[in-house]
């Protein structure tokens, strides 16, 4: 089993960058890992994945503003955000997939808020 553990979260600025880090109980090494969000009254949405071999999948509206990375040493991934904009108020939430064990992990979330 794996802990997932959020922070980074808080107030941005409109265009302005957070940096959210996800730190993992154990290794992630065999893990899809990825950033997933939830806006007030919406469905959580899939923002970006990283596989184990570098593959980035994301989602179309942060492409080119959102950068996920991981650095399995430290059992840590990260969503470096610019920018921002108020849709991208949302709680933020990590997860770590196996497809092999299909063990499947979240964390509980750190709020993201856009705003003036």
């Known amino acids: 089993q794996v802990h997932l553990v959020e922070s980074g979260g808080g107030l941005g600025q409109p265009g302005g960058s957070l940096r959210l880090s996800c730190a993992a109980s154990g290794s992630i090494s065999r893990y899809i890992m990825g950033w997933y969000r939830q806006a007030p009254e919406k469905q959580r949405e899939m923002v970006a994945r990283?596989?184990?071999?570098?593959?980035?999948p994301y989602k179309d509206s942060v492409k080119g503003r959102f950068t996920i990375s991981r650095d399995d040493a430290k059992n840590t991934v990260y969503l470096q955000m610019n920018s921002l904009t108020p849709e991208d108020t949302a709680v933020y939430y990590c997860?770590?997939?196996?497809?092999?064990?299909?063990?499947?992990?979240w964390g509980k979330g750190t709020l993201v808020t856009v705003s003036s």
């Open positions: 997860n770590a997939y196996n497809l092999v064990t299909r063990g499947d992990y």
């Open positions: 990283i596989t184990s071999d570098g593959t980035t």
